[in-house]
């Protein structure tokens, strides 16, 4: 089992950079992929982005070419640097753990997630 913790949201102005982690207990970390997820008011969770245990990436459109998602397997943490921030990317960012057999598999729905943090809030002024 792991427990994850977000830290790194906080208000910043449009055109901003934010930098979010996910420190995981346990020493397991490099068998899991990792995901992250936003839900705004009103919204239903919407897929960010999302790490092979070797590192590979993927992304939501929305979110392509400004976020960079990287993992630190000797830190047991994952980073989200969030650049040229949007008001509509305004919502809780949850970060998400998976154990990950092959170390090239990501998961984009959060149905395939066991593990999940109690999310960081991301505030976007315009």
């Known amino acids: 089992q792991v427990q994850l913790v977000e830290s790194g949201g906080g208000l910043v102005q449009a055109g901003g950079s934010l930098r979010l982690s996910c420190a995981a207990s346990g020493r397991t970390f490099s068998s899991y992929a990792m995901g992250w997820f936003r839900q705004a008011p009103g919204k239903e969770r919407e897929f960010v982005a999302a790490?092979?245990?070797?590192?590979?990436?993927y992304y939501t459109s929305s979110v392509k070419g400004r976020f960079t998602l990287s993992r630190d397997n000797a830190k047991n943490t994952v980073y989200l640097q969030m650049n040229n921030l949007k008001p509509e990317d305004t919502a809780v960012y949850c970060c998400?753990?998976?154990?990950?057999?092959?170390?090239?598999?990501?998961?984009?729905?959060?149905?395939?997630?066991?593990?999940w943090g109690q999310g960081t809030q991301v505030t976007v002024s315009s």
């Open positions: 998400a753990a998976e154990t990950a057999v092959s170390r090239t598999a990501y998961y984009v729905s959060p149905t395939e997630y066991d593990y």
């Open positions: 790490i092979s245990r070797i590192g590979s990436t």
